[in-house]
């Protein structure tokens, strides 16, 4: 806590990495917590400092006021320079004037609803009268439009009129497109000194959200959480659309009508009302009653969406409109890290604190939020669609929409082409005559596909402010998927990086929470097999507005054009994170293992134009114990086969034995669960074969009941409920079976967010390090943009390192998920004598490090961990 407040207080860059278990949520809630209310009062005098001052008519609000060579600034006489510190001095007395008032209305206002429960009735009341009115004059519109005689418009549905694009004037001709920025200046209000947090997935903010409520922070802390329309949308007919983008984009247009709907009864004389939807929760007074209810008391997500029911109003924007005046705010990690989302929930970023945490995989997050894939399926359907939008609606289109759906049409057309295809044939029938990966850069990409005349920029915000994808999925919805468009394969749908990490969010909410889903790839590929494909395409154009050097184009030519696909591939993460650095007065990117830190401060901080200087690295060790953790590094098995588990010789039948008789004498001595990790599936399975067939399986499974990660999400939660279950009833009931057995995979869904404490995991394995494929054209392309951009690290290659760190970023994080409170006990073993080469070790977590033995035959190792073990049930 004093490290964190010291950071805040010199605007400083933090790495803090504190273990699971230590306190970190509630002592990352204080210190900054007592930082920010420390600096209040020191504005607090300051300001009144200095409007006693201005009150008195006292000069000398500036240090120039007095210059000992009696000449002004620049040659000015004194005079006029004494009268420009005058105007400067009053205008900085009324500013603060206006910010003392404002502020004194807003924190009395507050009080009033927190000790008036009156008000919040009275409110209640209002809001049901208003809705009942509201409710009469719509059926009395409705009466009089049927009255009306009204006749059907150039042949068209009357319903079929949403599906139009209305007219849209670009930046040159209009500043503002569309109505929905109108009322901006009417909701503008001062932003205070606040704290941004940010974490992973939904059920880890709400986690935070119950650690502030129990602080001593919890009843005076204005807090407010933030999230997607996925979690906070309380319209039943758009939460049924499922897919994030629908929800989203008809949630925009139900706005924009609502904006619309305005000018239409002002002119309903002149033409014809068109009908349209809008949301009736989108109301302004309803969302300000919110927004104050919000501020009062500390509420999570959940509390936040049954306040939206109860009130009627919208939590998603209703918590927008609380940020200005809250001291904390809570929000998922994309909707600060990308920037078009953060400028569309109103976060301003300038001179506040942001703090991120369960940051050790924030260069991966960065990466995935701002890269894209999309098929060759995916743009000919596009194509087709867009194609059959536009001749049925070619006569009621404004010049300028017209114009953008051919350079749209021309897009795609291209991009088939440079995947070997012709847009107007089936994709899937269409054989690629040259298979292969190729990288381009963006220019070479937009040159070779003679696309590079046309402005991408203009397109995309086209895209976004039209709401193309939103009518062509409207039109698609109308008449079925068109006839000449294929029928998209579930593993060929790709989302867009923000789209996917946005879907790992959610599972990783329902996932921790406890709640079966289906699996990710079938789930949300079943979501959007109705909708627009354009939607992905987006995310792809969005992508190819980067800048040359910071990006690649990856062309994966496969079998038939729509098996082949279009990536792109951000290669500098620090170019969207130098903003939130720049603006920030102070940034702290926290984890419970950041170990290595060495990519954060490289390939994060340098490159966002952070000054060595000002970043600041803690690291605290575990409450434990030191007798409660037993590491090892153990070098060679049984037989003395030496471990090293490389792609060459991992595969030989001794060294499978060998893990396996490691496992077996492990097994006879530690009760309980254990768990052991694999560097990849296809080798856990392998593995799992090969003792099935000598018969180690069957020695395993007389002491332990085996259990295998599944590769499908929500099965997941079921392997973990039967592991948990046999480990509690060989407590209980003694005999031969001591336990578990967990075969899990690095990187899998049990190597992070799990929680393998107690009994669950009194020893984790290790087997082999887990290194990345190299063969990867993404990872091989990465590695030769380091080895070009960044220095040569104590003699090492840039690429090397990342290859490094990679393999032992992924290490820690499976070791990390035995230990996991203060008197928790576990063993932990290593098994490949490369782990102790200084370069590796060093990149241990120092809690870990500082208590890893070296051994170099299995039978010391054995007679340690046996000791260990049995220690610990005698103490018990």
Same mark, same amino acid.
């Given at each position: 806590?004093?490290?964190?407040?010291?950071?805040?207080?010199a605007?400083?860059?933090?790495?803090?990495e504190s273990?699971?278990?230590?306190?970190?949520?509630?002592?990352?809630?204080?210190?900054?917590?007592?930082?920010?209310?420390?600096?209040?009062?020191?504005?607090?005098?300051?300001?009144?400092?200095?409007?006693?001052?201005?009150?008195?008519?006292?000069d000398?609000?500036?240090?120039?006021q007095?210059?000992?060579?009696?000449?002004g600034?620049a040659?000015?006489?004194?005079?006029?320079?004494?009268?420009?510190q005058?105007?400067?001095?009053?205008?900085?007395?009324?500013?603060?004037?206006?910010?003392?008032?404002?502020?004194?209305k807003?924190?009395?206002?507050?009080?009033?609803?927190?000790?008036? =429960?009156?008000?919040k009735?009275?409110a209640?009341?209002?809001?049901c &009268? !208003?809705?009942?009115?509201k409710?009469? %004059? #719509? *059926?009395?519109?409705?009466?009089?439009?049927?009255?009306?005689g009204?006749g059907?418009?150039?042949?068209?549905?009357?319903n079929?009129?949403?599906?139009?694009?209305a007219?849209?004037?670009?930046?040159?001709?209009?500043?503002?497109?569309?109505?929905?920025?109108?009322?901006?200046?009417?909701?503008?209000?001062?932003?205070?000194?606040?704290?941004y947090?940010?974490?992973?997935?939904?059920?880890?903010?709400?986690?935070?959200?119950?650690?502030?409520?129990?602080?001593p922070?919890?009843?005076d802390?204005?807090l =407010?959480s933030l999230?997607?329309?996925?979690?906070?949308?309380?319209? &039943? !007919?758009?939460?049924?659309?499922?897919? %994030? #983008? *629908?929800?989203?984009?008809?949630?925009?247009?139900?706005?924009?009508?609502?904006?619309e709907?305005?000018s239409?009864e002002?002119?309903?004389?002149?033409?014809?009302?068109?009908?349209?939807?809008?949301?009736?929760?989108?109301?302004?007074?309803?969302?300000?009653?919110?927004?104050?209810?919000?501020l009062v008391?500390?509420?999570?997500?959940?509390?936040?969406?049954?306040?939206?029911?109860?009130?009627k109003?919208?939590?998603?924007?209703g918590?927008?409109?609380?940020?200005p005046?809250?001291?904390?705010?809570?929000?998922?990690?994309q909707?600060?890290?990308?920037?078009?989302?953060?400028?569309?929930?109103?976060?301003?970023?300038?001179? #506040?604190v942001?703090?991120?945490?369960e940051?050790?995989?924030l260069?991966?997050?960065?990466?995935?939020?701002?890269?894209?894939e999309?098929?060759?399926?995916?743009?000919?359907?596009?194509?087709?669609?867009?194609?059959?939008?536009?001749?049925?609606?070619?006569?009621?289109?404004?010049?300028?929409?017209?114009?953008?759906?051919?350079q749209?049409?021309?897009?795609?057309?291209?991009?088939?082409?440079?995947?070997?295809?012709?847009?107007?044939q089936?994709?899937?029938?269409?054989?690629?005559?040259?298979?292969?990966?190729?990288?381009?850069?963006i220019?070479?990409?937009?040159?070779?596909?003679?696309?590079?005349?046309?402005?991408?920029?203009?397109?995309?915000?086209?895209?976004?402010?039209?709401?193309?994808?939103?009518?062509?999925f409207?039109?698609?919805?109308?008449?079925?998927?068109?006839?000449?468009?294929?029928k998209?394969?579930?593993?060929?749908?790709?989302?867009?990086?923000?789209?996917?990490?946005?879907?790992?969010?959610?599972q990783?909410?329902?996932?921790?929470?406890g709640?079966?889903?289906?699996?990710?790839?079938?789930?949300?590929?079943?979501?959007?097999?109705?909708?627009?494909p354009l939607?992905?395409?987006?995310?792809?154009?969005?992508?190819?507005?980067?800048a040359?050097?910071?990006g690649?184009?990856?062309?994966?030519?496969?079998?038939?054009?729509?098996?082949?696909?279009l990536?792109?591939?951000?290669?500098n993460?620090?170019?969207?994170?130098a903003?939130?650095?720049?603006?920030?007065?102070a940034?702290?990117?926290?984890?419970?293992?950041m170990?290595?830190?060495?990519?954060f401060?490289?390939?994060?901080?340098?490159?966002a134009?952070?000054?060595?200087?000002r970043i600041?690295?803690f690291?605290?060790?575990?409450?434990?114990?030191?007798?409660n953790?037993?590491?090892?590094i153990?070098?060679?098995?049984?037989?003395?086969?030496q471990?090293?588990?490389t792609?060459q010789?991992?595969?030989?039948?001794?060294?499978?034995?060998?893990?396996?008789r490691?496992?077996?004498n492990?097994?006879?001595?530690?009760?309980?669960?254990?768990?052991?990790f694999?560097?990849?599936?296809e080798?856990?399975k392998?593995?799992?074969?090969?003792?099935e067939?000598?018969?180690?399986?069957?020695?395993?499974s007389?002491?332990?009941?085996?259990f295998?990660?599944?590769?499908?999400a929500?099965q997941?939660e079921?392997?973990?409920?039967?592991?948990?279950?046999?480990?509690?009833?060989?407590?209980?009931?003694?005999?031969?079976?001591?336990?578990?057995?967990?075969l899990?995979?690095?990187g899998?869904?049990?190597?992070?967010g799990?929680?393998?404490?107690d009994?669950?995991?009194?020893?984790v394995?290790?087997?082999?390090?887990?290194?990345?494929?190299?063969?990867?054209?993404?990872?091989?392309?990465?590695?030769?943009w380091?080895?070009?951009?960044?220095?040569?690290?104590?003699?090492q290659?840039?690429?090397?390192?990342?290859?490094?760190?990679?393999c032992m970023?992924?290490?820690?994080?499976?070791?990390?998920?035995?230990?996991?409170?203060?008197k928790?006990?576990?063993s932990?073993?290593?098994?490949?004598?490369?782990?102790?080469?200084?370069a590796?070790?060093?990149?241990l977590p120092?809690?870990?490090?500082?208590?890893?033995?070296?051994?170099?035959?299995?039978?010391?190792?054995?007679?340690?961990l046996r000791?260990?073990?049995r220690?610990?049930?005698?103490?018990l």
């Amino acid at each position: 806590m004093e490290a964190l407040y010291g950071a805040l207080e010199a605007g400083r860059v933090g790495i803090f990495e504190s273990p699971t278990g230590t306190g970190k949520s509630l002592s990352l809630i204080c210190g900054a917590l007592s930082w920010l209310r420390d600096w209040e009062e020191k504005r607090r005098q300051e300001e009144a400092r200095l409007l006693a001052l201005g009150a008195g008519g006292q000069d000398g609000l500036t240090p120039q006021q007095a210059r000992p060579d009696g000449g002004g600034a620049a040659g000015q006489p004194d005079w006029v320079t004494a009268f420009v510190q005058k105007k400067e001095e009053r205008d900085m007395v009324n500013r603060l004037k206006e910010e003392h008032i404002r502020r004194k209305k807003r924190e009395d206002s507050l009080e009033k609803i927190r000790h008036n =429960v009156q008000l919040k009735y009275a409110a209640k009341r209002k809001r049901c &009268e !208003e809705d009942e009115a509201k409710r009469l %004059l #719509q *059926l009395s519109k409705e009466v009089l439009s049927q009255g009306s005689g009204e006749g059907v418009l150039d042949q068209l549905d009357h319903n079929e009129e949403e599906l139009i694009l209305a007219e849209y004037e670009s930046d040159d001709e209009k500043k503002v497109v569309s109505g929905l920025e109108e009322d901006d200046d009417d909701l503008e209000e001062e932003h205070v000194t606040k704290i941004y947090y940010c974490s992973r997935t939904h059920s880890q903010l709400s986690q935070f959200v119950h650690e502030v409520q129990k602080s001593p922070f919890g009843k005076d802390t204005r807090l =407010v959480s933030l999230g997607s329309r996925q979690n906070l949308c309380v319209n &039943e !007919e758009v939460r049924r659309l499922g897919a %994030l #983008q *629908l929800i989203n984009d008809r949630c925009m247009e139900m706005q924009k009508n609502k904006h619309e709907k305005k000018s239409d009864e002002e002119n309903e004389g002149k033409k014809r009302r068109v009908s349209r939807t809008v949301c009736p929760f989108y109301s302004y007074e309803q969302m300000q009653f919110l927004r104050d209810e919000v501020l009062v008391e500390v509420k999570d997500i959940e509390q936040l969406v049954s306040l939206g029911r109860e009130t009627k109003a919208c939590p998603y924007y209703g918590s927008r409109f609380a940020i200005p005046a809250a001291q904390l705010v809570v929000l998922p990690y994309q909707m600060l890290l990308h920037e078009p989302t953060r400028n569309a929930a109103g976060i301003k970023l300038k001179d #506040q604190v942001v703090i991120i945490d369960e940051a050790h995989n924030l260069i991966d997050t960065i990466t995935c939020i701002h890269s894209a894939e999309v098929s060759g399926s995916q743009l000919c359907c596009a194509h087709s669609q867009l194609s059959q939008y536009k001749e049925r609606y070619r006569k009621r289109l404004k010049a300028k929409n017209l114009m953008y759906i051919k350079q749209i049409l021309y897009l795609l057309e291209k991009f088939v082409a440079m995947l070997g295809g012709n847009v107007n044939q089936n994709p899937g029938c269409q054989t690629v005559s040259q298979t292969g990966v190729v990288l381009k850069s963006i220019n070479d990409f937009l040159f070779q596909s003679q696309t590079d005349n046309i402005n991408l920029f203009k397109v995309q915000r086209y895209c976004e402010k039209s709401l193309i994808s939103r009518k062509l999925f409207g039109f698609v919805e109308r008449y079925g998927a068109p006839a000449s468009a294929v029928k998209i394969s579930k593993e060929n749908q790709k989302l867009t990086g923000l789209q996917n990490f946005l879907l790992t969010l959610h599972q990783g909410s329902d996932k921790e929470a406890g709640t079966p889903q289906s699996p990710p790839v079938e789930a949300e590929h079943d979501q959007l097999r109705t909708a627009s494909p354009l939607m992905q395409i987006e995310g792809f154009l969005s992508a190819l507005t980067n800048a040359n050097q910071d990006g690649r184009v990856l062309l994966n030519r496969q079998g038939t054009v729509g098996q082949s696909s279009l990536k792109f591939l951000l290669l500098n993460p620090a170019v969207h994170f130098a903003k939130v650095v720049e603006e920030c007065r102070a940034v702290i990117i926290a984890g419970g293992t950041m170990q290595p830190v060495a990519d954060f401060r490289e390939q994060l901080l340098c490159c966002a134009g952070v000054d060595p200087a000002r970043i600041v690295e803690f690291s605290c060790g575990h409450v434990i114990p030191p007798e409660n953790i037993l590491p090892i590094i153990l070098c060679s098995g049984p037989s003395n086969q030496q471990l090293e588990f490389t792609y060459q010789t991992r595969d030989l039948p001794q060294m499978m034995d060998e893990t396996g008789r490691i496992l077996c004498n492990l097994c006879n001595v530690i009760l309980g669960g254990v768990v052991c990790f694999f560097p990849s599936y296809e080798y856990e399975k392998q593995v799992y074969g090969h003792w099935e067939k000598t018969g180690l399986l069957s020695r395993l499974s007389a002491k332990k009941k085996i259990f295998q990660e599944p590769k499908k999400a929500n099965q997941v939660e079921q392997v973990l409920v039967e592991y948990a279950k046999c480990i509690k009833r060989c407590s209980q009931t003694g005999g031969q079976m001591t336990g578990a057995l967990l075969l899990s995979v690095v990187g899998g869904k049990m190597s992070e967010g799990i929680n393998f404490s107690d009994d669950l995991g009194r020893c984790v394995i290790m087997v082999g390090m887990p290194y990345p494929n190299i063969r990867s054209p993404e990872l091989q392309e990465k590695m030769t943009w380091l080895d070009k951009t960044m220095p040569r690290a104590a003699g090492q290659a840039p690429s090397r390192v990342l290859i490094e760190n990679l393999c032992m970023k992924a290490v820690n994080q499976s070791i990390g998920r035995a230990i996991r409170h203060q008197k928790d006990f576990a063993s932990i073993l290593l098994l490949d004598h490369r782990y102790a080469r200084p370069a590796i070790f060093n990149k241990l977590p120092q809690w870990i490090r500082e208590r890893t033995q070296v051994k170099p035959a299995f039978g010391s190792a054995f007679a340690e961990l046996r000791k260990f073990h049995r220690g610990k049930l005698d103490a018990l």
